[in-house]
């Protein structure tokens, strides 16, 4: 069987998080070919030369260029004819105990042009040069073996001509990256003690690295094993003290003694660890590397992932046999917290504190979990708050459900018992703090809409006033329903909790818009406690017909220095004369019909309230309608009843209105925001 090697290496499928994996892959065949050396470990090195190209589509700041070739030059065993023969053998098992899959070079391929060899080496006592290419379209072509007098290791391997795209265009690294990428690539043959000297030399900018001098930086932390069924899995942990612009911790997982792919961000497994951790007063960050045989046998042979599930849930059949990313991740996440249980708990104190901190400036109705540091130690530290809500609310709605469940469960049971009169009375309380946090969210609500109505009281930058509708949309949106408008979107409890009960209510509707009453005026704000007068599409009710039992009229005056007056200069006018024509309106014409012809009875014994809110009310005003019989209250109002007409009118300023408004709910305040 015959397979071109541009079958294989279309196959080969890598993206721009892939850059450096064909250097990686020559980087680790050096490291291997090292080992099989007899050399001193202190005599064994490899040297990587970056040949640069042009500059990016999307310029850096630090304007480096692309990456063009690169050159990995060892003096390991070189391309012997055993290693040779692996070379040209797709697949190759021969060096299979040192990880080699066969597909590295393809690998290669799939972003270079060519992949070029120059091996010294020494075989049976006769020295050799073996010199060839290798590429998609000619395959392997040798151009010389040749014995040599004498000579002395050295492999030259380079890979020519990026011609992969997003590769390229991502390649705009500098020779620290690239480093500290070789680093965590092979950082397992460090942990083990047979890594070579690896440096680095960038011939664009004549800049050296020596990849070795970066891993005096990490200390070797600890080392623990876990178990997955039958599978065994051991963790390296490292860490490295915070410097630079660094800002994560990081999980990576290795296949024969080398990372596979990026790092996964440790926040992701733990966000406990979402920041650096503080030992002894110094920061640190951790790299943790997971070895196992068994993600040997899962890693893909381009090396850049795992033939591994993510989650549980995402498995068709549920089978317990299977390994998932969550299971291994669940363990590496107990153990690390189990080693840094110290800073583990200051994280975790830390988390709840922001968590109540949270609760208390902008989620009340979340009040009940204050005094429970058990349910805020569940939610994950560090999220966004609109993650935190999530979790919240999650939690919340659970937990109430359980009580309602619960409480449920108990009406309809037929035994009782003390066991079960207890556990109620629990759940009982517990639906109570589950109350008070929704009462603590609507009050917030209240709080917030009080402080707005007060702002509009008063004047702004310019001196202006609010006007009237400003003020009255806060109440109740003008030239709407209730038919129209939820509960929630109008505020007459600032006037009267009594009132948002009412059946019909319109706000600056010409009379005639909702009934049969021929008139234009527009109320401000008329409210009745039966519907059926007004049974047409932007009135509702239980009854289409019948007797209005009470009906209420507000009035409401512009805040503003002149516009309290009813005629300029003039106080010689009665408050009720703002409301009583649209009460006679209703009361006198001659059509008590609704729409659709049914009787509407309304008497002079109906209960009339009549609301007049004014900015100030003037002495001269003032004085004027005591002698037409009107009282002041104790709290600052004026009010007159009508008997014959059933008729009670109460006249108050803004400020009288908030006063009545906050007084009534200060209790509450008081209680939930301080």
């Known amino acids: 069987m015959i397979v071109p090697v541009r079958n294989i290496v279309e196959q080969v499928d890598l993206t721009s998080d892939d850059v450096l994996l064909p250097l990686l892959e020559c980087v680790v065949n050096s490291v291997i070919s ?13 040297q990587i030369q970056i040949e640069r190209g042009d500059f990016p589509q999307n310029l850096n700041f ?16 070189g391309f012997t004819s055993k290693n040779y023969r692996s070379f040209e053998t797709p697949f190759s098992q021969i060096n299979k105990d040192f990880g080699c899959k066969g597909i590295g070079r393809f690998t290669v391929l799939a972003a270079f042009d060519e992949y070029y060899v120059k091996s010294r080496y020494i075989e049976n006592g ?9 590429t998609s379209e000619n395959e392997i072509e040798p151009i010389a073996l040749t014995e040599l007098e004498t000579g ?9 001509n990026c011609n992969n795209p997003s590769i390229l265009e991502k390649s705009a ?22 890594l070579p000297r690896i440096e680095i030399l960038d011939e664009g900018s004549n800049t050296a690295e020596v990849v070795n001098e970066l891993f005096e930086k990490v200390s070797k932390e600890k080392e623990r094993t876990f178990q997955i069924n039958k599978n065994f899995f051991k963790l390296y942990i490292t860490k490295t003290q915070k410097e630079g612009n660094r800002k994560n911790n990081y999980l990576y997982y290795c296949a024969n003694s080398r990372t596979v792919g990026g790092g996964r961000n440790l926040k992701n497994v733990n966000s406990i660890f979402t920041y650096p951790i503080l030992l002894n007063g110094v920061s640190y960050f951790f790299d943790i590397y997971l070895v196992s045989e068994y993600l040997d046998n899962k890693v893909f042979k381009t090396r850049n992932g795992f033939n591994v599930p993510k989650e549980k849930e995402n498995l068709l059949f549920n089978n317990s046999e299977i390994i998932t990313f969550q299971d291994i991740e669940e363990k590496v996440s107990d153990i690390l917290e189990n080693e840094y249980q110290t800073q583990v708990k200051e994280a975790k104190e830390k988390s709840v504190n922001e968590v109540k901190e949270y609760i208390i400036t902008k989620a009340r109705r979340y009040h009940s979990f204050l005094k429970n540091d058990n349910i805020l130690e569940t939610i994950p530290p560090n999220l966004p708050e609109d993650k935190l809500e999530e979790h919240l609310y999650k939690i919340a709605f659970t937990a109430r459900k359980n009580v309602e469940h619960n409480i449920e469960k108990f009406i309809e049971g037929k035994q009782v018992s003390a066991e079960a009169i207890d556990s109620i009375i629990a759940d009982l309380k517990a639906k109570t703090a589950y109350d008070v946090d929704s009462l603590a969210d609507y009050m917030t609500r209240r709080k917030a809409i009080l402080e707005l109505f007060e702002k509009f009281l ?5 001196g202006q006033y609010k006007l009237e509708e400003d003020v009255h949309n806060i109440i109740f949106p003008l030239g709407l329903t209730s038919n129209e408008l939820d509960y929630e979107n109008h505020n007459l409890w600032i006037l009267d909790e009594r009132f948002i009960t009412y059946k019909f209510i319109a706000s600056d509707k010409a009379i005639t818009s909702y009934s049969q009453i021929k008139s234009r005026k527009e109320l401000d704000l008329i409210l009745l406690d039966n519907p059926q007068m007004f049974n047409n599409p932007i009135s ?8 209005v039992n009470s009906m209420v009229i507000f009035e409401f005056k512009r805040p503003g220095d002149t516009a309290h007056q009813k005629n300029l200069n003039d106080y010689r006018w009665q408050f009720s004369e703002l409301v009583e024509p649209y009460f006679e309106e209703f009361l006198y014409s001659p059509i008590k019909k609704n729409y659709k012809g049914n009787q509407v009875l309304i008497k002079k014994t109906t209960p009339k309230f009549g609301y007049i809110i004014m900015d100030f009310i003037p002495d001269p005003l003032a004085t004027y309608n ?7 209250t104790p709290f600052g109002t004026y009010f007159k009843i009508e008997p014959e007409t059933n008729m009670h009118i109460e006249v108050m300023t803004f400020r009288k209105l908030l006063e009545f408004s906050k007084n009534r709910h200060n209790p509450f305040f008081d209680k939930l925001f301080k």
């Open 34 to 46: 090292l080992q099989q050396s007899e050399k001193p470990s202190e005599e064994k090195k490899i």
């Open 62 to 77: 630090e304007k480096i260029k692309t990456i063009s070739s690169f050159k990995v030059i060892d003096n390991g065993v």
């Open 126 to 134: 006769q020295w050799f040069l073996r010199e060839f290419r290798f």
């Open 152 to 160: 002395d290791f050295k492999t030259v391997v380079e890979i020519k």
């Open 173 to 194: 690294l500098s020779i620290n990256q690239v480093a500290e990428a070789i680093m965590q690539h092979c950082l397992i043959y460090y942990l083990s003690g047979t």
């Open 458 to 462: 008063d004047a702004d930058e310019n």
């Open 540 to 547: 509702f009710g239980d009854k289409s017909s019948g007797e």
């Open 626 to 632: 005591a002698d037409k019989g009107w009282k002041m």
